[in-house]
């Protein structure tokens, strides 16, 4: 069965320290692959997604994350995090069409 | 993606009530999902709707668990005879479609507390 793995389960960083959150997943086959953040109290929000091309993506918030298929990761980064981006990281791999696979999420942490 | 609104957003049950929980998807939006998220793990998908069809229930229990989406009105996840072990955070998402390049929008979730 597929799963995706998100090794860091809780990340504290203080305020300018450069983040990477790693994700592995286990399907070898095309995968579409997200990254939702989920503030305290709201819902989950699109940071960045891949489905084909360049495996380096772009998100909002000045997060990227790279697509390394020899590896199956798709690791999140930002060079810079701020007080806000305390959160809840989440990495999914969609199975087939709609049956998206979450990992366990990461529980970041900025001091400020 | 706000959009997709999901109410209530804490629902409290004792053992054995019902407990229902309502998504509305967002506007032109058709494909309603169902995670359930349990204490430390990640969302699984329960069930894939749209109008007036369940097309994939794999992920739902087989007892006391129903989903629909009426053709009026918003998606309905209903848990009858709740036990402590159905205690979780509930997310609808929404797409336009079902094409693989699609995106699924998430709602803010219903966190349900079974007592």
């Known amino acids: 069965a597929q799963s995706v793995s998100q090794h860091n389960h809780h990340v504290i960083l203080s305020e300018a320290a450069s983040l990477e959150l790693g994700c592995n997943y286990s399907?070898?086959?095309?995968?579409?692959l997200f990254w939702y953040v989920q503030y305290p109290g709201q819902h989950l929000q699109l940071l960045l997604k891949y489905f084909s091309g360049d495996p380096l993506v772009k998100g909002i918030k000045g997060f990227e994350a790279e697509f390394i298929k020899s590896k199956f990761s798709f690791n999140l980064r930002k060079p810079s995090v701020q007080w806000s981006d305390t959160a809840e990281y989440f990495c999914a791999v969609a199975q087939g069409t709609y049956k998206y696979i979450f990992g366990t999420g990461t529980r970041l942490k900025v001091l400020a | 993606n706000a959009g997709v609104m999901q109410n209530p957003r804490h629902l409290v049950r004792r053992r054995g009530q019902e407990a229902r929980l309502r998504c509305s998807p967002m506007k032109g939006h058709s494909h309603v999902y169902w995670y359930r998220q349990l204490p430390e793990e990640g969302l699984k998908f329960m069930v894939y709707l749209q109008k007036e069809n369940i097309i994939d229930e794999s992920g739902m229990p087989k007892e006391r668990f129903s989903a629909e989406f009426p053709k009026e009105g918003p998606s309905i996840l209903r848990i009858q005879q709740v036990v402590r072990g159905d205690s979780a955070a509930y997310f609808c998402a929404s797409s336009s479609d079902r094409l693989r390049t699609d995106t699924q929008y998430f709602g803010p979730g219903t966190r349900l507390t079974v007592l």
């Open positions: 399907y070898g086959g095309t995968v579409n």
